[in-house]
């Protein structure tokens, strides 16, 4: 079966998830998550061929250690993975909340409904966790989805989605077709020009496949490009709490796209702070670049070359501010818009940053890494937007919906609304019982 056919069958069962009741998407979840568990030796062991095939990459410099760190999938990784899609079965369905009642005139109402978005495409880089948080969320969310992961986690992929296809397919009423795998460029290329069929295309990678995937489809297209995100330490800023603030925000998890990248210290921060600052950061493996007034506060492996820079490993831009609006002119002009934090301990400065930073995510005392759907109360997400239309920051189970509207009347017609005697609206809020 090729591409074509797949989505068509996919599209087909998009419009049976749309009418699923609850209860039976709560069953698909249980029996994910079930499966999971009893199949994790056989997930792990997958997951260890690749990493196999990795280590070799990486030997050979072909490969950067932060991706080989993506694509490692422990034991404790993958229950956390499992955990999430346990937690959605927690979470009020998303499909068919009223958003908005108006009655137009008597006995004519319209109801603003939430709906599934229908048909989701997703091209992955090496994110083996990928697969069974995207496959919940849609069916939690009534989509049909088709994956399409990086050729890095060919067997964890086929692995997971052949556990969760058998997962689905116990599950009575629920339609066979609905989550497919694909595995090669070609099978992508393919995949992006069926915009009959694909109603939302989702890239979770680098730069590189954000650029190919908006540059290739006419397929609305769903993410970030990159992640460059800030921590600006504000002149009343706690000393002992930048200091773990900041090397959790950079050294938890390098590579994620929610670490931060660079740190703008404000220049009448107390230069005691400002050393033991960079000194937690450096005696937790953090690499910094910056000028001539940072090295003068601790050892430097050169400047900073681009400030749009997305390390992915412990590695730091530094750089020293005048005030809260110059890190703001800052963050804005050469930030990805993904989040970006203020540290202070002024509840006024901490609401000028959080209004005028351009971004997803701003946060005030908190680390950069709490961006995402998880941590959110989400149970997982599909990735980031740091675009401004439908959904934006980690898209979780709203992101994945969008919405229809109901028109409930008796016989209406629009002449009698039209013309010297027309009837008027009344365009009044009603209660949403729909």
């Not at 220049?267 to 005696?283: F, G, I, T, V």
Request: aromatic fraction near 6%; hydrophobic fraction near 40%; charge should be negative.
């Amino acid at each position: 079966m090729n591409v074509s056919e797949m989505a068509a069958r996919a599209k087909e069962a998009s419009y049976v998830l749309a009418a699923l009741a609850p209860e039976a998407k709560d069953r698909a979840l249980n029996a994910m998550a079930c499966a999971m568990r009893v199949h994790a030796d056989e997930i792990l062991a997958a997951n260890q061929l690749d990493l196999q095939e990795a280590k070799k990459a990486v030997d050979a410099g072909n490969m950067k250690p932060a991706l080989y760190e993506r694509l490692k999938l422990t034991r404790e990784k993958l229950e956390t993975v499992i955990k999430g899609v346990e937690e959605l079965v927690e979470l009020p369905d998303p499909v068919g909340r009223v958003l908005a009642a108006t009655e137009l005139d008597e006995g004519l109402a319209l109801y603003k409904i939430s709906c599934p978005i229908g048909l989701i495409g997703v091209i992955f880089e090496a994110r083996p966790d990928v697969v069974p948080q995207i496959a919940a969320l849609a069916v939690k969310s009534g989509n049909a989805v088709m994956l399409k992961g990086g050729r890095e986690a060919l067997h964890t992929n086929d692995a997971m989605a052949h556990t969760l296809k058998q997962a689905l397919a116990s599950v009575p009423g629920y339609p066979a077709d609905a989550l497919q795998l694909i595995h090669t460029r070609e099978e992508s290329a393919e995949m992006l020009a069926l915009d009959q069929y694909f109603d939302l295309i989702i890239p979770r990678g680098g730069n590189a496949l954000i650029a190919y995937v908006k540059a290739n489809t006419k397929i609305p297209v769903l993410g970030h490009a990159d992640g460059v995100c800030h921590i600006y330490v504000a002149p009343s800023a706690d000393v002992q709490m930048a200091c773990r603030l900041c090397v959790d925000a950079k050294t938890q998890y390098p590579s994620a796209c929610n670490t931060v990248e660079t740190l703008l210290l404000d220049e009448r921060w107390p230069q005691a702070h400002q050393k033991a600052l960079l000194a937690a950061l450096r005696e937790n493996g953090v690499e910094l670049f910056g000028g001539e007034d940072i090295a003068a506060l601790a050892p430097v492996s050169g400047p900073v070359t681009d400030w749009h820079t997305e390390y992915g490993e412990k590695k730091l831009s530094v750089k020293h501010v005048k005030n809260v609006l110059e890190a703001v002119e800052h963050i804005n002009r050469y930030g990805s818009h993904h989040t970006d934090c203020i540290l202070t301990a002024e509840h006024d400065e901490a609401q000028i940053f959080m209004d005028l930073v351009d971004s997803a995510g701003v946060y005030h005392n908190a680390s950069t890494r709490f961006a995402d759907g998880y941590r959110y109360g989400f149970g997982a997400e599909v990735g980031i937007s740091t675009g401004k239309t439908h959904a934006r920051g980690p898209v979780g189970l709203e992101g994945l919906t969008i919405y229809k509207y109901k028109l409930y009347g008796n016989g209406h017609i629009v002449a009698d609304y039209v013309g010297v005697n027309a009837k008027p609206f009344t365009h009044k809020k009603i209660g949403a019982s729909k």
